[in-house]
Structure formats: structure tokens, C-alpha cells
């Protein structure tokens, strides 16, 4: 709140004046007298607010005239909460995108929100936008036949879409990378038959996709052939990430002596699991270390290995269970001691390659940092409906992929605000927007209204810090 506006209250409460609140919505600030009185229904106390005018640090207070909200004097509802929510989340997001986008960034920004509000077509995006109230007064021309010219120059304008990867991933050098499928309906020449982790072989395009392992934020997505192997895309993607001298955290599944050899070669500091049938697994190294992850007891150990580390950790409850399932193998004849020897050998280890000359335990806790870019798949597929695509040319493809990526920082947002407010146990973003959605903005005439905002959103607000509606009171 301005500090004009608090001089201004704090004169009406030497006079004597009191209950008087200051709302500021938008760029105006509107005064309500406030009190409270008995309902019987509910049996309890309840508040009631009346509009008495608004002020304004030249004109100082005007009195607003006393009204009834009728079809003449109204021009809309608007969902006011989720507005305020965005525009204090994003603003980040907007000067990069306005930086690189600088004709089409209203457009852009405007679907990336409806749709991390869950996904929506382009025939309805307009629809949907028009329910929230535009704080940014920015009004995007949101038709669908704009809208689909927009996605092609988007997909089509790789180095735009560096730009705002650049900027969102600026501060971040510690950076988690994996692959993931999305499948198609389309016959674009973009989509190809590959072999995905369901073993199913249909039309589909790999995503590849970086997030930041300090803040857990998407930083980067890139569109691969659906054949592509996992191995041969993180060469160029490593490249356009332009994170030389950062750490990058890697699935197993990129795991070969070229992929080690190359991020030396690059100056990257990386961590890579080995693959289970490694021969590296065979080399002797003394687990005297030892730490707890999510109270199970994890020995560790590290050894220098020509120009890298190795860092083996086992996990002594999964060590059982493998056991457990090993000796159940056998009982039915698919294993034999052989084999069981073998495999006991290796039963709850993981071992990981590093050039990183660390402590085990920190090793180990940046390794599992992956399971969060798992659950950025797991959003963008399922939470935002994002993996399914029936566009039929490449550039759209790429566009679409691209604001879906948007979308999932948004989302990421609300939900890295629930993580420090330590109630992301307890909600979820989609709660949030839920709750958010019902206040309101009412248009007159002469002057716009907000709704009250229910306690239960007052106490939200004030878990995560936000004070998304400000009032001051005399």
C-alpha cells in the first residue's frame, strides 16, 4: 500500500473515523466502511463492508454515490483473485517474454494462463480469458485464427524461444535433464514410430526437458524425433543449454563412456549413474560412510577413478527387498544360483559417476534432485493434458510445445510458493486457483468492486505470504 494512502488513514483515525478500509484494485484504491454484526442463521459474528467512495494522491477522497448493481449500470464479473495471483507470481516471466516476443508476447502470455489453469483448446482460449479480469490492462487479440498464426510463428522462432530460456535460467548452473514421450495423432514428417518406456511403438516426439535443481523450476524444453535415443539428444542439448561449467544430473539411461567423455570434454560437472550391468560395479570400494534418506539407513563410499569419481551407496531396505524378490525367482525357476550369486552382488547399490570431487551425502542428494524432474512430466502430461497433440505441421508442434512449457513454469510457481509456505501437502495449485476464482471484480459504470474474500482464502493468503489483497484499516 502506497504510503499517501496510509498518511490519508491515519488523519481519518485522528478525527475519530474508524472501520475505514482501503482496497486497491488494479491502479485505483476504493474505501469501504467495514463492521460486524450477529447473523442468527450461522450463529456468529459475520463482516459486512459498504463502498463509500475512493482516493486518489491529487484529488485526495471522493464520495462514491450510494448504488444497487443493476443490468444498466453493469459492465462484467471478472475472477479477480486468480488475476492478482499471476501478476504477482510472473513478473519475470512477462519481461522476458515481452523482450523476446515483443508483437506477440500479450497472445502468448494469455495462453500459457488459461491453459496452467488447465489445458483449453485455442477456440476457447478467448473464453476463458475474458472471465479473468485483465490487470495488466494488456488485451490480446485471442481469436482462433490469430491464435494458430501465432503458434506457427512461435514453434517457428527457435531463437526467441532460447531467449526466454536463457533469461528464466539465468541465475541457475545446477541444472537436472531427462527425456520423456509425447505421443501424436498427426502425420507431421516431425513425428516418427520409437520405441517409448511403455513399449508401445506409435507416432510420437521426445521432449526433452531441463530444470533447475536449487529452485526445481523448468528452465528449458527442446522437441526431438521420436526415434531418437535418449544417449544421442543430450549432445545438443547440453549445447543449447549453454551451461558450460555447471552441473547437470543425469538418468542412467545416458550412461556410456562417450556421454562421460564428452561432458569432460564440455567442462561440465555432471552426475551419472551407472547402469546396473556395468563393470564398473566391480570395483572395490569401502562403504565406511553412511547416512539416513527418509529414515532409511543408505552406506556409502567414494574412490577415484582416472579422471572421475565413483560413488557407491547402498540402500539397505531396498537391499532386502531386491533379495526378497531374487529368492522368490528362484522358488519359481526363473533365476537359477547362478544367477542369484550374481544379482546379490548388486542388490540395493547404485552407483554413480562423478567429476566432482564431494562428500557422498551431497552426491547423493543431488542424484535424487531427478525425482523432481519426474514430477515436471508427471504435470505437464496429466495436470495440464499437455502430451497428446493433433496439430498437423511442425512449426505449431513446436509452438505448442513450448507454451505448454510456459504453462508448467506457471504451474511450477504456485506450487514452489506452496512448498515454502510448507502447505503443498495440503494443496495443490489447482486448489489454489479453485479457491482464487471466487473473488470477484464487479464492473459499473463508474467504478469497479471487489468481492469479499472468504476467510478460508484470507488464511491461504497469509500461509504464503503473499498478501495478494491488501487492505489498511483505520
Same mark, same amino acid.
Given at each position: ?17 474508524? /472501520? ?12 469501504? +466502511? ?11 459474528? %459475520? $463482516? !459486512?463492508?459498504? +463502498?463509500? /467512495? $475512493? ?13 444497487? %448493481? ?76 490469430? *491464435?494458430?498464426?501465432?503458434? $506457427?510463428?512461435?514453434?517457428?522462432? !527457435?531463437?526467441?524461444?532460447? !531467449? ?18 509425447? &505421443? ?10 520409437? +520405441? ?70 564440455? /567442462? #561440465? ?8 550391468? !556395468?563393470?564398473? +560395479? ?9 547416512? @539416513?534418506?527418509?529414515?532409511? &539407513?543408505?552406506?556409502? /563410499? ?62 547423493? #542428494? ?22 497428446? &497433440? ?14 505448454? @512449457?510456459?504453462? *508448467? ?66
Amino acid at each position: 500500500m502506497e504510503d499517501w494512502a496510509r498518511l490519508w488513514l491515519e488523519e481519518q483515525r485522528k478525527q475519530g473515523k474508524k /472501520g475505514l478500509e482501503i482496497k486497491k484494485i488494479g491502479n485505483h484504491h476504493y474505501v469501504y +466502511y467495514s463492521t460486524t454484526h450477529w447473523s442468527k442463521q450461522l450463529k456468529k459474528r %459475520i $463482516k !459486512s463492508s459498504d +463502498y463509500i /467512495g $475512493k482516493i486518489d494522491s491529487i484529488k485526495g477522497f471522493t464520495e462514491g454515490v450510494k448504488r444497487s %448493481i443493476t443490468s444498466k449500470n453493469l459492465r462484467g464479473i471478472k475472477e479477480y483473485g486468480n488475476a492478482v495471483l499471476f501478476d504477482h507470481l510472473l513478473p519475470d516471466l512477462r519481461a522476458c517474454l515481452q523482450d523476446a516476443f515483443p508483437d506477440e508476447w500479450k497472445e502468448i502470455y494469455a495462453i500459457a494462463i488459461t491453459r496452467a489453469m488447465g489445458y483449453t483448446p485455442l477456440k476457447r482460449i478467448k473464453s476463458s480469458w475474458d472471465k479473468i479480469y485483465d490487470i495488466q490492462e494488456i488485451n490480446p487479440q485471442l481469436d482462433a485464427k490469430n *491464435l494458430s498464426k501465432i503458434l $506457427k510463428l512461435v514453434g517457428s522462432d !527457435s531463437r526467441a524461444q532460447d !531467449s526466454v530460456f536463457k533469461a528464466l535460467s539465468m541465475r541457475d548452473k545446477e541444472l537436472v535433464y531427462d527425456l520423456s514421450t509425447v &505421443l501424436t495423432r498427426s502425420s507431421i514428417n516431425f513425428a516418427e514410430i520409437g +520405441y517409448n518406456k511403455g513399449k508401445v511403438h506409435v507416432p510420437q516426439i521426445n521432449i526433452a526437458l531441463f530444470c533447475s535443481m536449487t529452485t526445481g523450476l523448468p528452465t528449458m524444453i527442446r522437441t526431438l524425433p521420436g526415434s531418437v535415443r535418449d544417449i544421442k539428444s543430450l549432445y545438443n542439448s547440453i549445447l543449447e543449454a549453454r551451461k558450460e561449467g555447471g552441473t547437470v544430473v543425469l538418468d542412467r539411461g545416458f550412461f556410456s563412456k562417450g556421454t562421460i567423455q564428452f561432458l569432460l570434454e564440455k /567442462g #561440465m560437472n555432471f552426475i551419472l549413474p551407472a547402469r546396473r550391468n !556395468s563393470r564398473l +560395479y566391480n570395483t572395490g570400494i569401502d562403504l565406511s560412510g553412511h547416512m @539416513f534418506y527418509q529414515k532409511r &539407513l543408505i552406506k556409502c /563410499g567414494k574412490r577415484k577413478n582416472e579422471n572421475s569419481f565413483l560413488y557407491l551407496f547402498e540402500d539397505q531396505q531396498l537391499k532386502l527387498e531386491e533379495n526378497t524378490t531374487l529368492y522368490r525367482k528362484l522358488d519359481e525357476d526363473k533365476i537359477d544360483e547362478i544367477d542369484l550369486t550374481n544379482s546379490q552382488e548388486r542388490a540395493g547399490k547404485i552407483l554413480i559417476v562423478s567429476n566432482l570431487d564431494s562428500d557422498p551425502k551431497e552426491i547423493f #542428494m543431488q542424484y535424487k534432485s531427478r525425482d523432481r524432474i519426474e514430477k515436471l512430466f508427471d504435470t505437464y502430461k496429466n495436470s495440464l493434458h499437455s502430451d497428446i &497433440l493433433y496439430l498437423q505441421d511442425n512449426e505449431s508442434i513446436f509452438g505448442h510445445i513450448f507454451i505448454s @512449457f510456459l504453462s *508448467l513454469y506457471i504451474y511450477s510457481k504456485i506450487e514452489q510458493t506452496l512448498k515454502r509456505a510448507d502447505i503443498l501437502d495440503k494443496h495443490s495449485p489447482k486448489d489454489v486457483l479453485l479457491e482464487l476464482s471466487k473473488v470477484y471484480l464487479v464492473e459499473l459504470d463508474d467504478c469497479n468492486l471487489i468481492s469479499e474474500v472468504p476467510k478460508k482464502l484470507e488464511m491461504l493468503d497469509k500461509k504464503m505470504k503473499l498478501n495478494l489483497f491488501p487492505k489498511v484499516r483505520s
